[in-house]
């Protein structure tokens, strides 16, 4: 091998190398706050999953959006100016329309990953943001469906006009696919009067009730304690955004009269879900937010890319839309010619037994 | 040659680099210690903030075991405030009377606590012992807060001190000192800050007794024992940096006063020191030692020590012309002795000649003496065997005459003695010739020894009549020798040279070398090899030591001296090696023998020829 040739070889292999020790940073936009268990167990689920797997050529950079709709644009400006261009978000819908727009708005590529955001207006269009939770009509037709198989009298729908991004096209596509008698009230979630909301309960007659609730509002459970005061045999029905550690604490003893939509099975029926869960306890000494599981599938996704070498938002999004299946720990991620994904709804009945 | 500037200057130059590498080694450990100054002022500050909030918490434990008592005694004004909500729980774990409540907290009587982290701590409470619970999720609302519970006869009376109600003590205490508090857990999290700015979303891991710097930042983390959570100061870096720009300000005033006193120094020296000694220099060369040095440039020397040296230089030059008066009637004195002590040495050089002259001679004379006694000794046979068979034929000739006289002769008795006759003249003549021979030998060798011709002769022979004649030497030393010499190998050269040579190999054997008792080897080898003509000779004797082996061809040497030895046979060897324009070389050592070899050269002077081309 002549002298030139040796030193195009070793350039070569020093670019390789350089390229293989490099770091690939990803933005966590989630919520970290106020002792918020919600973002803390997505930053822990990431950083179990690098850990886990003994990768050290990517990073987890969590940013604080507060699940805050009016946060989304300078959260996102701050990652932009910190070069990070592979975006994970765990936040609700409304969060996910102002991210929408700015991702619109944005000249370089950028690539988004949402874990939590069903809202249907991220649904057929095709652009950089993938989703592995189905989306909101595919969510309440399942809900709906299943909870017409009850037959009940009446069924109260309390709904939060906080998160309208969710719960407005949510109650439109419950009520196309529910079969049966329903009221509708609608609730702050965030901040009511439980004294207020009981005088409201009071005037309708139910004997079950549906909270269409989502961001991981624990408030929920005290409007479940609410139902059962005025009702003691009402059955209760969650959104999957309500799989929290924090609704034992409201709820008390209603989490025996409920069911909680899971996207993942219950963990004594599903071992794979039942070890991450054991193994994430031993690791972190608590239980996660179902929710963090996304971000462990979402991972899962984006570093199976990166070990293909598709680094930058460009290749990562030609590789995803032709490979489209994903094999994952936690089940299989199919992504459709629009980035979005249809996944099957549990429903769990031993709610305190998923978080023991 | 190296100049005082040049060195000075190098000095100083050195010296400014050292004081400027010194001043930022010195410079960053001032910086150091006033990071780590503050580091522990601020490590203090936020041991007074854990501590003014361990002691807010303890006043309103203490408010609460007040109110508590307020309430047994049913008095009418209690004072709440403190708490955020405040109720009674049974023993079901159900919200049974609100006391107080915040109005954004969702609790109601009947709301039912057993499956939360407050029912699991109201579980932990021993009867009448009031206890602040770690912080935790509220009931109440979205929020973080710490209870204090207390167990009565009947039911739980609890109190929630919320975070906002926390945050406020921690908020007097960072205004106080100029910081941001931080509660995190002990994951890192952030649960609140009293200022929203902060340089990060999760704590970076470090150690508790240890600082984090970010850029305009330290951060100090101290675990708080009541909530069960960190607590974290940020405190900002102006006031450090604000000390450190100020040092970096004044750092150049203190480089450029340093550059001043060097140049300063340099002037100085240049005018006191340099240009005074270039002057004296000048002085000294002009000097003529003859003449009385002028003080001329003393005016110049206007320093204390350049004037001493001025000084001491008049003294020592006066000094110096004295020292060299008396020196030169010195030397006068001694080319005198140096001319008597040349006629001496030449006198006592030629003595010496002379004697050595003498000595040499002395030695020949002393080798052809054993060459005599080798002849007396070795004709004695013959000549005795001569006698003898002479004198047995006179009793013969005797007996004959006698039978002749008495006429009993007969023929058998005459051919009898004839026959004897015959065999009697047979004796005699063969001894004859060989004592004919020898005297011949020996008189060759003995010519041969004290004169100096030149002819053709056997190597050979020369060596085999040097050891005949040197028999009666070893013949009490039990040797054998060993004569590896071509008959062919003939020399042009003077013989006796030789002969004296080989005569003194084996007389030094003999005498220093061999043990009567030992048996004891002489080998001799002469070969020609590149136009050389080469002698080994080789004894298996006791050998020369290592002090020694270097002196045996000094005139004199000899370890055996009282025997009688002048210590010149060597040397006669090695001068004759020389006079022939060849070289000796020695090896020996101790009970190792000894091995000599002489390399001649052929020259004109000395030829050396084979059979095969004689």
């Known amino acids: ?356 | 040659m190296k100049t005082l500037r040049g060195l000075t200057l190098t000095i100083e130059m050195v010296g400014i680099i050292v004081i400027v590498i010194c001043s930022s080694i010195l410079l960053q450990n001032v910086k150091a210690v006033i990071v780590n100054d503050e580091i522990e002022d601020q490590r203090s500050t936020l041991e007074e903030i854990n501590y003014y909030l361990n002691t807010s918490l303890d006043e309103n434990m203490r408010e609460f075991i007040k109110i508590s008592e307020d309430l047994e005694q049913n008095k009418s004004a209690i004072d709440l405030d403190m708490f955020s909500d405040m109720y009674y729980i049974d023993a079901n774990m159900r919200l049974v009377e609100i006391l107080t409540k915040d109005k954004e907290s969702l609790i109601f009587t009947g709301y039912d606590v057993s499956a939360s982290k407050l029912g699991a701590f109201l579980e932990t409470l021993e009867a009448d012992t009031p206890k602040i619970s770690p912080m935790m999720r509220s009931l109440e609302l979205d929020t973080m807060s710490v209870y204090v519970g207390l167990k009565t006869d009947k039911n739980y009376l609890v109190g929630r001190i919320g975070l906002e109600k926390i945050m406020n003590y921690l908020k007097i205490s960072a205004q106080g000192q100029g910081a941001i508090i931080v509660v995190a857990s002990n994951d890192g999290y952030v649960i609140d800050s009293t200022d929203i700015s902060l340089p990060f979303y999760v704590v970076p891991e470090f150690e508790s007794d240890t600082a984090f710097e970010f850029e305009d930042y330290f951060l100090f983390k101290q675990n708080n024992d009541y909530l069960g959570d960190d607590l974290l100061v940020l405190v900002p870096k102006t006031h450090v940096l604000e000390l450190l720009e100020r040092i970096n300000e004044q750092l150049p005033i203190f480089f450029v006063a340093i550059i001043i006193f060097v140049l300063l120094k340099i002037i100085a020296q240049e005018y006191l020191i340099i240009k005074p000694l270039q002057r004296l220099s000048s002085t000294v060369e002009s000097w003529e030692v003859e003449v009385q040095p002028t003080m001329s440039y003393k005016n110049v020397l206007d320093t204390k020590e350049i004037k001493a040296i001025s000084n001491q230089f008049t003294i020592k030059s006066v000094e110096i012309q004295a020292y060299i008066e008396e020196l030169n009637g010195a030397n006068r004195e001694l080319e005198i002795l140096n001319k008597d002590l040349e006629i001496v040495v030449e006198n006592r050089t030629k003595e010496l000649t002379d004697a050595i002259g003498k000595l040499i001679q002395s030695e020949k004379l002393a080798a052809l003496s054993h060459i005599v006694a080798g002849v007396a000794h070795e004709v004695s046979t013959p000549i005795g065997v001569c006698v003898t068979t002479n004198s047995f034929l006179k009793g013969e000739l005797e007996k004959l005459i006698s039978t002749f006289e008495s006429n009993q002769m007969s023929k058998q008795s005459l051919m009898d003695f004839l026959v004897k006759l015959d065999e009697s003249i047979r004796i005699i003549d063969n001894n004859l010739i060989r004592t004919v021979d020898l005297v011949q030998s020996f008189k060759q060798v003995a010519v041969d020894q004290v004169s100096d011709m030149h002819y053709k002769f056997s190597i050979k022979e020369n060596i085999e009549m040097v050891v005949t004649s040197l028999k009666h030497e070893y013949k009490r030393y039990n040797v054998k020798f060993k004569i590896d010499c071509s008959d062919a190998l003939y020399l042009s050269a003077c013989p006796g040279e030789f002969s004296q040579i080989f005569t003194n190999f084996i007389m030094n054997s003999l005498h220093h070398g061999f043990n009567k008792e030992e048996d004891n080897e002489i080998a001799i080898k002469c070969i020609c090899e590149d136009k050389k003509f080469i002698v080994e000779y080789w004894d298996n004797g006791i050998g020369i030591s290592e002090g020694n082996i270097h002196r045996i061809f000094d005139p004199f040497f000899t370890t055996n001296r009282k025997s009688g030895n002048s210590g010149l046979g060597m040397n006669i060897v090695y001068s004759l090696v020389n006079r022939m324009s060849g070289k000796i070389s020695c090896k020996s050592g101790e009970g190792k023998g000894v091995y000599f070899k002489i390399e001649i050269p052929i020259s004109e002077d000395f030829k050396v020829y084979s059979e095969a081309n004689n």
């Not at chain 1, 189905?134 to 998160?163: C, F, G, H, P």
Request: net charge negative.
């Open chain 1, 1 to 356: 091998m002549s002298k030139k040739l040796k030193l195009v070889a070793l350039f070569l292999m020093l670019l390789l190398l350089s390229g293989c020790t490099s770091v690939t940073k990803i933005a966590l936009m989630t919520k970290l706050e106020s002792g918020s268990l919600y973002g803390i167990s997505e930053v822990d689920s990431a950083k179990y999953y690098l850990k886990s797997n003994g990768i050290d050529n990517i990073e987890i950079v969590p940013y604080n959006d507060g699940w805050d709709p009016e946060r989304i644009e300078s959260v996102y400006n701050e990652i932009r100016e910190d070069d990070i261009d592979i975006i994970i978000a765990s936040h609700p819908s409304s969060c996910a329309l102002e991210l929408l727009d700015l991702i619109n708005k944005e000249e370089d590529p950028v690539i988004v990953f949402f874990t939590a955001s069903t809202t249907d207006r991220l649904s057929g269009v095709d652009d950089s943001i993938y989703r592995v939770i189905q989306d909101v009509e595919k969510e309440q037709k399942s809900i709906a469906e299943y909870i017409a198989t009850e037959e009940y009298n009446d069924l109260l729908v309390v709904r939060d006009t906080e998160n309208y991004g969710y719960t407005e096209p949510a109650e439109e596509y419950f009520k196309k696919y529910y079969i049966g008698n329903l009221n509708v009230i609608d609730v702050h979630a965030s901040k009511f009067n439980s004294s207020e909301i009981e005088a409201v309960m009071q005037d309708y007659s139910f004997d079950a009730i549906y909270l269409l609730i989502g961001d991981y509002q624990a408030n929920a459970g005290v409007i479940a304690q609410v139902a059962v005061k005025l009702n003691n045999e009402v059955d209760i029905y969650y959104t999957p955004w309500m799989k929290t550690p924090d609704i034992i604490d409201t709820a008390g003893n209603t989490i025996y009269q409920s069911v909680m939509p899971s996207h993942y099975p219950a963990r004594n029926k599903d071992e794979e879900v039942n070890s991450y869960i054991e193994a994430y306890k031993k690791e972190y000494d608590y239980v996660p937010t179902f929710d963090s599981l996304n971000v462990f599938k979402v991972m899962e996704v984006i570093n199976q890319n990166i070990m293909q070498g598709k680094r930058d938002p460009i290749s990562m999004k030609k590789n995803i839309d032709s490979i489209r299946s994903y094999e994952t720990k936690l089940g299989p991620v199919n992504f459709d010619e629009f980035g979005d994904t249809e996944t099957e709804l549990f429903f769990i009945d031993d709610i305190k037994r998923e978080f023991e």
